[in-house]
């Protein structure tokens, strides 16, 4: 009997039904997986006359609550990974604010997110204060905001690819469960690049939805990529 419950459990577990991870036990996952908004996230009106940061935007879509605990963070000033580095445009070896985030429905994680930035931009703000939840109203943009940095436009690059052994433990994911990698460059209307951000998504907990408008080349004017 105790190997047929075990292989049931195993059963379960592969269909993503269940998850189980050292310390918490066997739980039911949550079977609605949150909306992650593409851009409407990052709407102006959310963080900059509001206090509704991108993530709490994306529990709003869903019809799902947040509580401030659910946002843990540290805050650490580090040599740039080459990477983020090249992203800003510093030298190999240049020191830059890290803030690492892992964010929480009730007590099962759902996504890590790291920004870095360059000391100047925010050295006394809210940003590199290591208080646990967003940054206050608005989170990390408007800060940068009111520091004289709006955001203007942005990029994001998104990658599935196979977690880590420690991914597996901090994201508590199911075996055989992939992970989706986001790498997010924010810039100001001139081109400087206030942020780079890079996270890392249970892939099972989000839905990815875009939308925008279709761009025509043509009749705007602009040469064809």
């Not at 269909?15 to 066997?26: P, W």
């Amino acid at each position: 009997m105790k190997f047929t419950v075990h292989a049931a459990y195993r059963a379960l577990e592969a269909e993503g039904l269940v998850t189980s991870s050292r310390g918490h036990g066997t739980v039911v996952r949550q079977q609605t997986p949150l909306k992650r908004l593409g851009i409407a996230r990052y709407d102006k009106a959310k963080w900059r006359d509001a206090d509704e940061v991108a993530f709490i935007a994306d529990r709003v879509a869903t019809g799902r609550a947040y509580r401030r605990g659910e946002q843990t963070q540290s805050v650490s000033r580090v040599e740039a990974p080459p990477a983020v580095a090249a992203e800003h445009g510093l030298e190999p070896g240049a020191e830059v604010y890290a803030r690492a985030r892992l964010v929480k429905e009730g007590e099962q994680p759902t996504h890590t997110l790291t920004s870095y930035y360059r000391p100047q931009y925010v050295e006394g703000t809210r940003i590199v204060d290591p208080t646990p939840g967003p940054t206050g109203r608005g989170g990390g943009f408007r800060v940068l905001y009111d520091a004289g940095y709006e955001i203007d436009h942005m990029t994001e690059e998104l990658f599935a690819r196979v977690p880590t052994s420690d991914e597996v433990e901090l994201l508590q994911l199911p075996a055989g469960e992939p992970v989706v990698e986001l790498h997010r460059t924010t810039y100001t209307a001139d081109g400087t690049v206030v942020e780079y951000a890079i996270g890392l998504h249970a892939a099972s907990r989000f839905a990815w939805k875009y939308d925008f408008k279709v761009p025509d080349s043509t009749r705007d004017g602009k040469a064809a990529q």
